[in-house]
């Protein structure tokens, strides 16, 4: 017989033992997590801001240039209103110039415009140099001669002739001259004249460069980094026809100067002083010729020939020319020569006239 087997158990919990950790272990564990979760964030927010900083710096640039247009817009508007004051009054403007600053560019744009005053009667004016004029009557009608300058006013007559007349004055065309031929009733055959405009150019920074903006003559051109110079605004020419089948050809020349520096802040005051309106042509006019030059930069006169020239172009093409009433080339169809108005023997009335405005602090 087997004896029963007694199994005893032993009911006292076996502990194991195994090393505790100190307090200060706990806590170089709790500072190593904290340390690995802030590099965590700080490399994701390097992620995010490495990703949108281009578009931040789009939003910066985009930024200027909407402030630089703005600028531009308003400081053309005032310039309208002060150029119509009378003489010696303007008005006060205030601008925003943080990022930007504004600068002169001194007679940067030359007008030249010439036409016959009478049907019966086409004269020529050269300039042989800075002091000698050549006139040429083709009927012999032309008897005196008035040159209005900065320098004032110089008169001068001369006997009639079939040959060109060759006169030495005192006067300087550097800004502007206008030249009247007079018959031997002294009345207004033909008027020349010569106009150098001044304006202002509006430099903002960008991110991948400097955004230039120039206001000239009621024109605006744009100049962006790595982009050529491009018109966004062409100066301010109308031809319109009116109510008795007659044409009006109408110029508003701006003359816009800057007396001292006008420097950067958030608040620039400024005056805007009239010098007074010039009035160059008003009445009907024969034998029409102008010209521009643009020397801010070579791509800016070819613009102006294309816009001028763009309907002239379309009819040559199509072969309408013989009804095309608009601007057209004085002579090569390129327009190297000057423009006119082709209105078919339709009477054309010239109003051209000039402002001119004085901006200070």
């Known amino acids: 017989m087997v004896p029963d087997l007694v199994w005893s158990v032993n009911t006292e919990t ?22 690995m979760l802030l590099a965590m964030v700080i490399t994701i927010m390097g992620g995010v801001w490495i990703f949108l900083n281009p578009y931040l710096s789009d939003f910066d640039d985009n930024t200027n240039w909407n402030s630089a247009v703005g600028i531009s817009e308003r ?21 925003a110039l943080q990022s930007t600053y504004i600068r002169p560019i001194d007679k940067v744009e030359t007008w030249t415009m010439a036409a016959d005053l009478v049907p019966n009667e086409q004269t020529t004016v050269r300039h042989l140099n800075q002091s000698t004029l050549g006139i040429f009557s083709i009927n012999e009608t032309a008897r ?7 320098l004032g006013l110089e008169s001068m007559a001369f006997s009639g002739t079939h040959d060109e007349v060759i006169l030495q004055h005192n006067s300087s065309r550097a800004h502007w001259m206008i030249i009247t031929v007079f018959d ?16 202002i150019q509006i430099t ?22 790595n982009e050529p110079w491009r018109v966004s605004e062409y100066p301010s020419i109308g031809l319109d026809q009116l109510v008795d089948g007659e044409y009006r050809l109408s110029m508003m020349l701006s003359d816009v100067t800057i007396n001292g520096s006008l420097g950067t802040g958030n608040n620039i005051g400024m005056n ?23 020397e801010l930069n070579d ?30 080339p004085y002579e090569r169809a390129s327009g190297a020569d000057g423009f006119t108005v082709d209105t078919h023997g339709v009477p054309l009335f010239l109003e051209v006239d000039v402002q001119r405005v004085e901006v200070s602090r």
């Open 272 to 294: 805007m002083l009239s010098l007074g309106p010039i009035t160059l042509f008003s009445g009907q006019a024969y034998n029409l010729k102008f010209t521009v030059l643009n």
């Open 75 to 95: 400081f053309q508007d005032r310039i309208d209103v002060a150029g119509a004051a009378p003489e010696g009054t303007g008005i006060r403007h205030t601008l």
């Open 204 to 225: 903002t920074s960008l991110g991948t460069g400097e955004h230039e903006l120039a206001l000239m003559n009621n024109a605006r051109v744009e100049h962006f980094p």
């Open 299 to 328: 791509l800016i006169t070819p613009q102006y020939h294309d816009h001028w020239l763009d309907e002239y172009n379309l009819n040559r093409a199509s072969g309408t020319l013989d009804t095309y009433v608009g601007f057209g």
């Open 14 to 35: 076996c502990l194991v033992s195994r090393p505790s950790l100190r307090r200060d272990d706990r806590a170089v564990s709790e500072v190593l997590g904290v340390v």
């Open 144 to 150: 005196s001669v008035s040159i209005e300058s900065p």
């Open 184 to 199: 031997e009733e002294n009345h207004p055959i033909h008027r020349s004249l010569s106009y150098a405009l001044s304006g």
